[in-house]
């Protein structure tokens, strides 16, 4: 596949991956609210085929638990982790087979998705709804991440349709689509960039940008006149995506936020591809880009090969694992080797110092799989690992065990996130006390 | 690529304990033709890819029910172009420029087996927004695409600048100092270099400026030319072959802001001119078709946005259309942009329009259920979107315009023609990637190393090959679609010979080979098709079976009941697969499906996971006997299966109707049965040959027609 013609002439020759920078007042985003506090931001971790709990659950509640072998990876980062045991995501279950698709719909929606190809059925997801909370306040509402855009022939899961198995984000009934492709995420975020442009030009550039998506309103409403009720659903759905990006580009302020070293975004494989994602994510909020994200690390069910840290055989055929120890013997590897990579965002969130605290600690990241064990296919029990402390409003460096529904959480955490929300997902009860 | 298995575990049934949980009976799994026919169609219940569902036709609002003579159409929501359609109309509507911004988007969802289903294909923010940058670097790079011989341009803004910025389409050399570009000389020659510009006197000179080649001066010139009236400067230089760098310098800047003196030097582009023809690629060459000429811009705008539009939104545009694009294009020019930059913008609104984004297709009551012809141009874009899953070509237009296109022999002499065009391609990769699964063939397909140590990327490579190849000789060669099941031709290379115990062939490529002395027939004993419907370390009777019911006959089965346990089957030495399987025939409650799926999977039993063909199993003989679904007439193996299945009213049928979901992008329902009928009847003369099929698609009114909806209160 050709690469179109790059415009940003300052990214220069590829000079490896970035890490965490320095946090300088001259970066301080434009539109922060100091007034209110730290900018909170939320982020969602996803993997799939769940989880070998027999490494993963601590042995001992409190805060002086021990790291099991999952886990040990988050050594550097124990204080500022929140490890959660017994949290029920039921709206999980149904009569009927297909787990992935369900529990990957409901992961953090909590809501029972409807089972259909075509009728598709969820709820609002947390991050959209801080999304829409923040308004304008960032230029990108949300980030969307995955590794996998997800194959098209034949069925998902047992007459799910695919839109369940590869999104974790939605509005209502509509999935959020997620960029598999970091060039494409990195441009996304900071193309607007060109530190070589004035702000007269920015503010051209910005004035051409709105009289192009000004024009295509006016089109598209005349082209919905013209329409039956079906296809004027169609043109609405471009309506709003158009109205959506002038809101954003008549909001974004002409000045650059933030400066940026060169960023090479290729990748041969899927280890690079997922740090390149976790880079992407820590410059996103860093730059005050957005603050809220959410990451698939492969989608539902997902067979992706781990041979290359010499467990093969297929991630989704080995957590079919029929409680053999050879199959355990892998999963706790895979298992463990995804926890190094949220081990890898996290130390870099931990290390990006902020005015009042580090970026960690102005977060709160939820990492969790669709389903507990990958054999049982069970939605109760989830793993459920939490990170950042959300500006101080979060318990960490605990094993806490409840017995409660994991919409209880996200009803908490939306509650803390600055949202006036009384109930979350389907099943909510009471925020939870984290 | 990164795509998962389609099939989780939860669909491969395998060994069960007991079945603790089962709930109701395995009833109304089997959803046939016949039965839709026969009831109302009552029979059909989810939306399983490839079901007759009889809320399918005419895109979720069924017009009539079969029993009455009234024949409708019916018609397809307004459909978004996929990332394929995409791609390719982008390649086509540009002359062939390389570029494929939409691999970038997000999968298309997908309905009915197909990624180009109308109802499922919708706009959100982030694909806007992707689409936007698409059409801004699409822009970029045709303007910039000038091919080998003749002109090359390259704009000052994006040089190399060390002093100075971008002003209105200029780069203002605000003192000493140059701006240099970079251009691939691909020969050696005599060229002219060109330089657009126009200088700011504030001195008793008039601006001086220099042109470089890789820092060596060819040539000083004053430059008289003021804002107003920008001119072209022109030098000879003699090139080599190679990456040039071409700088333009101002020598004598003059500022003082005590007296108000200002003097610069305002570059547009460079030019390189081997004085030779246009080459083919010279896409800037053909957007552009004419020079502005000063005070009177609009028009080569009008000219410009005229010819694109036309193309882009594949129809005739109307004078109120492209009045508001020379509108858009002409305010940005007055506010300071250059010509060619006020055009760009135009040309970005063109490609993000929703007339570009989608096939619009209009009634001219939108309320009313009466069908009515579609005009020429849309009929011309399902034709091209059908066969070449891209927009109309010079001669598709050309019968639209002529009003020519609703005839059935013009319409039949352009499938002919067209399938024959290499673009029809896309039929293989599109619509046989998915309905014969050619697609699913990855590196995701995980095999146990230690069972298939043969099993690498190279194999997959040729086995995916033979699949597309094989299709490919449907679209021209007359063969009956049949012979999908029954050839005993298909196409090799050495390792695939080797891999099917064929003798080797000459050669690294692939050659058309017999298999009358093999036991193989057709795509079904393929092994691209059974490494797909297998399990990494056994084979996968379920799948296979279930693949055939869906994809071969149209009689999709139920998914499993509540609470069954669904593994896939150990490898055993001392228990085939068949053995194993048992279960499903022994158990009543599971026997009502698996009655249909099993046998047809069992008959490809000969056939291992990587699609070597076997003996033995579990220790003995296979045995691959069954019989077709519903009691249906017996086979011994896969040979006698795929006979009796090419010989089937069902395939023949299931065939038309895979074809028809892809060609409208709607899923097939009860109200298309007559005209189903019609066309199994028309494309039955030539025993189903492709293009009879396509003609007779293409000539029925269900794609010739379309009507309106009644609103829902």
Known sequence: MKRALSRRAFLGAGAGMMLSLPWLEAMMPRKAQAAEGPALRFLAIYLPCGIHMADWTPSTEGANFTLPYILEPLADVKSDILVL?????????????????RGTGCFLSCHLVNLSETDIQNGTTIDQLYADHLGTTTPLPSLLLGTAGGSNVGNCDSGYSCAYSRNISWKGNTPMPKLTDPATAFDLLFAGFDPNATAAEMARRKARRLSVLDYALSDAQALKAKL????????????????????????????????????????????????????????????????????????????????FIGAPGGHHYLSHH???????????????WEIEQVAYLLNAMKNSVEADGSLLDNSFVFVGSEIEDGNSHAHRNMPVLCAGSLGGTVTTGTHTVVDRPLDDLFLAVGQKLGMDITSYGQNSTAPLDV | MQSEDTRTGARTLGVFASLVG????????????????????????????????????????????????????????????NRAEYNNTIRDLFWGLEITPADDFPADDHSYGFDNIADVLSVTPLLFELY?????????????????????????????????????????????????????????????????????????DLPQMEVLVDGVSIGTVDVDAVAAAPEEYAFDAHLIA???????????????????????????????????????????????????????????????????TERAWRRPVTTAEIDALVELAESARLDGDSWEDSVKLALKTVLVSPHFLFRVELDPDPTSLTAHPLTDHELASRLSYFLWSSMPDDELFASANAATLHDPDELQAHVVRMLADPKSEALVANFAGQWLYSRAIGTHLVKDPALFPEYDEELLTSMRTEMEMFFRS??????????????????????????????????????????????????????????????PQVTSPVKRGKWVLEQLLCLPPSPPPPGVDVQPPEPDPDASVREQLEQHRADPMCAACHNNIDPLGLGLEHYDPIGRYRTMDGGKPIDASGNLPNAGPAFSDAMEMVDLLAQSEDFTTCTVRHTLTYALGRGVGAADIPYVEDIVVQAGASDFALEDLVIAIVTSDMFRMRRGEEPSP
């Open chain 2, 132 to 204: 936007e940058r698409a059409a801004v670097d699409v822009i970029d790079l045709a303007l910039t695409s000038t091919g080998g011989g003749g002109t090359q341009r390259s704009e000052a803004e994006n040089g190399t600048a060390d002093v100075g910025s971008a002003q209105g389409g200029f780069w203002a050399l605000t003192s000493v100092g140059q701006v240099a570009m970079s251009f691939e000389v691909a020969t050696e020659a005599d060229y002219e270099v060109r330089v657009r510009a126009y200088g700011q006197q504030a001195g008793a």
């Open chain 2, 474 to 535: 449907f679209l021209t060669e007359g063969r009956s679609l049949r012979e999908l099941l029954t050839s005993e031709t298909t196409y090799v290379d050495a390792r695939l010979a080797a891999h099917y115990g064929l003798p080797i062939p000459e050669g690294t490529g692939f050659q058309e080979v017999s298999l009358a002395d093999a036991p193989r027939r057709g795509i079904l004993t393929q092994a691209g098709l059974m490494t797909v419907l297998s399990h």
């Open chain 1, 85 to 101: 045991s017994g949290l029920d995501n039921t709206a999980g279950e149904f009569s009927a087979p297909g787990d992935h698709a």
């Open chain 1, 228 to 307: 039956g009720q079906t296809d004027q659903v169609k043109v609405e759905e471009y309506l709003d995506s158009v109205r959506e990006l002038e809101l954003r580009v008549q909001a974004e302020s002409t000045a650059p936020a933030c400066e940026l070293e060169a960023f090479d975004p290729t990748f041969g494989d899927y280890p690079t591809q997922v740090k390149l994602m976790m880079d992407i994510m820590v410059l996103a909020m860093q730059c005050d880009r957005t603050r809220a994200i959410t990451f698939m690390m492969e989608n539902g069910g997902s067979n992706r090969d781990f041979g």
């Open chain 2, 242 to 308: 190679g990456t040039r760098s071409i700088a333009v310098r101002f020598l004598n800047d003059v500022y003082d802001p005590d007296l108000g003196l200002d003097q610069n030097l305002y570059v547009d582009w460079v030019e390189i001119d081997d004085g030779g023809p246009a080459g083919p690629d010279d896409v800037r060459a053909k957007l552009l078709t004419c020079e502005p000429v000063v005070g009177a811009e609009a028009e080569c705008t009008r000219q410009v946005l005229a010819a694109f």
């Open chain 1, 322 to 336: 029929n409680n053999l120890q050879e199959n355990f013997d892998k999963l706790r590897v895979i298992d463990r």
């Open chain 2, 22 to 81: 089962v709930g109701a009976l395995c009833s109304g799994c089997y959803i046939g033709h016949d039965s839709a026919r026969a009831d109302g169609g009552s029979a059909a219940t989810a939306d399983d890819s490839g079901s007759v569902d009889d809320d399918a036709g005419s895109s979720g609002d069924a017009g009539e029910t079969e029993g009455d003579e009234i024949l409708d159409p019916g018609r397809v929501t307004l459909h978004r172009l």
